[in-house]
């Protein structure tokens, strides 16, 4: 069985346990490591992410919490971390606080421009994914693709964070291939030299149990074929739920262990003691 989750949200920001909950729901689960990864607040508003001003609370109940349960699981301070494709960067705040974390996810949820308040969401719902690539990109889907894994590759190489998060978030609203079809070549080519980049790198990537909780149909992060793709480039895996209920906190993972194996993959990476081990998929 997969002993952990580094993909788990909470009170603070849109997940809707608290974080002690969320601890007691992976000791009762059996995950023996454990990471915490709240929405890093954004530099504009949003209902989504953490306040800035609840931030070192955050902090310090990861710390008071890691005491508490010693004996029974490890607990990791991190967060999912925002990259802006418009800025190529991520939030002056994040990089100042990035050395107090023990590990970070880095993904996109944004499309356009960040600044003001009137952003667009690849995540919120589809009539607000395909307002913001009307609003971008006059519409056209496949500008927007390209943009999007140009993004992540340069997010991936420019921070080598711990963990790429969900890297094909841009297939949740995708029902009926109302956006693209993953089957065509240009997709297909676009996702294998983003793969290509993040293989040169140290980061790795998110097996992400829990998109199918949230969107009915809509699989894993990444999609299936990608990751007989990222097993020929020798990419590193962790595991997340993305669990943002007591719920999910292993929410799709006996099914997930079942086809990295088919894939290929043997093992996938957790924290023990502070560092990052391969640790053996299927016992
Ligand atoms: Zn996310
Ligand atoms: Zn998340």
Known sequence: MLLANYHVHSDYCDGKNTLEEM???GIAAGLTSLG???HFPLPFTNNWTMKQEKLENYLDDIKNLKEKYASQIELYRGMEIDFFIDRQDISDLAKAVLPRLDYTIMSIHTLGKTTGDDVSYIDESQRDFARGIEKYYQGDNQAFIYDYYRGIKNMVKTFEPDILGHIDLIKKYNQNNCF???NDNWYQDTVRSCLDGIAETKTRMEINTGAN???PGVGRYPSDWMISEMKKRHIPITIGGDSHCVEGIVYGYNQAEV?????GYHEYWILKK???EAQSLGV
């Not at 086809?259 to 894939?263: D, R």
């Open 259 to 263: 086809y990295l194996e088919e894939c």
């Open 36 to 38: 915490l990864s709240s």
């Open 180 to 182: 693209f079809d993953e």
């Open 274 to 276: 502070g560092r990052w």
């Open 23 to 25: 601890v007691q729901a």
């Open 213 to 215: 909780m949230r969107v």
